[in-house]
Nanobody, 116 residues
Framework: QVQLVESGGGLVQAGGSLRLSCAAS????????MGWYRQAPGKQRELVAR???????NYADSVKGRFTISGDSATNTVYLQMNSLKPEDTAIYYC??????????WGQGTQVTVSS
């Protein structure tokens, strides 16, 4: 089991930056993969960025070069640094922890709104 608490969302103008945090209740090294997903109104939830326990990362094409996912083992926190934000980045952002063979756990979500 793992509990996740997200923070850092808010309202920002286009071109601005935000950093989202996802605090896990256990060592992030014990979690096979952690990811950030987002869901905009009327759309399906989509992967934004993913970080494996081995340090591999992958990103949605729409955020490559603008967003960076990283982990801090000292605080068991995964971050999503979002730069050059666009109005189309507006969504609820969710953190997910994947424990292979066990299941997935989701955070409660944090709203990101980018104004034009």
């Amino acid at each position: 089991q793992v509990q996740l608490v997200e923070s850092g969302g808010g309202l920002v103008q286009a071109g601005g930056s935000l950093r989202l945090s996802c605090a896990a209740s256990r060592s992030i090294f014990s979690i096979n993969a952690m990811g950030w997903y987002r869901q905009a109104p009327g759309k399906q939830r989509e992967l934004v960025a993913r970080l494996t326990s081995g340090g591999s990362t992958n990103y949605a094409d729409s955020v490559k070069g603008r967003f960076t996912i990283s982990g801090d083992s000292a605080t068991n926190t995964v971050y999503l640094q979002m730069n050059s934000l666009k109005p189309e980045d507006t969504a609820i952002y969710y953190c997910k922890a994947a424990l292979y063979g066990v299941g997935e756990h989701w955070g409660q979500g944090t709203q990101v709104t980018v104004s034009s």
